[in-house]
């Protein structure tokens, strides 16, 4: 066939083409591999389902990843809670600044907010440990109990 043999003769600079297109549609080809067909995720779920080693591996992949894009988050954002340097990771939260977290983040996604977080433009986030993350949103008025129906009186009042 002449386009194998068309490859062969021309495979490095085939490569370094392929290489330099994917390199230039980064982007797009990230985009496109969000969008994945709906077959392939549905074969892939069927084999999650009938294999438990296979799942067990995959679900294994995806907390490493997690916790890896976590770990060089919270690094990236000093390590310890502003407020008080609890620097335990377990207990650290990506806080907003400004508020409106919940919002963005089901407005953008969790992968969104975490590149967003990364870059971390106009210092719009912070790291707080649990504790302060939610005195701050009751300093704020941003508590929100069982959607608003339990209000717990301020002791100092
Ligand atoms: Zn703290």
């Known amino acids: 066939m002449a386009s194998k043999a068309s490859y062969r003769k021309h495979c490095e600079k085939v490569k370094a083409k392929n290489k330099a297109y994917r390199q230039a549609h980064a982007e797009e080809l990230h985009a496109y591999e969000l969008k994945r067909s709906p077959i392939r995720i549905a074969l892939q779920r069927k084999k999650r389902q009938a294999d438990p080693e296979y799942r067990r591996k995959v ?4 907390r490493s990843r997690r916790i890896a894009a976590r770990l060089a988050l919270i690094e990236k954002l000093g390590g310890k809670c502003v407020r008080c340097g609890f620097d335990d990771w377990r207990g650290l939260q990506i806080d907003h600044v400004k508020g ?6 089901l407005r953008l996604g ?4 975490y590149r967003l977080a990364l870059e971390n433009k106009d210092g719009h986030y912070q790291l707080l440990c649990a504790n302060c993350n939610q005195i701050k949103r009751y300093e704020e008025g ?8 339990i ?5 100092a009042c």
């Open 110 to 113: 969790a992968g969104k907010v």
């Open 59 to 62: 679900n294994e992949e995806v």
């Open 142 to 149: 941003q508590h929100n109990w069982l959607g608003g129906r």
């Open 151 to 155: 209000r717990i009186a301020d002791p």
């Open 100 to 105: 409106g977290g919940t919002k963005e983040l």
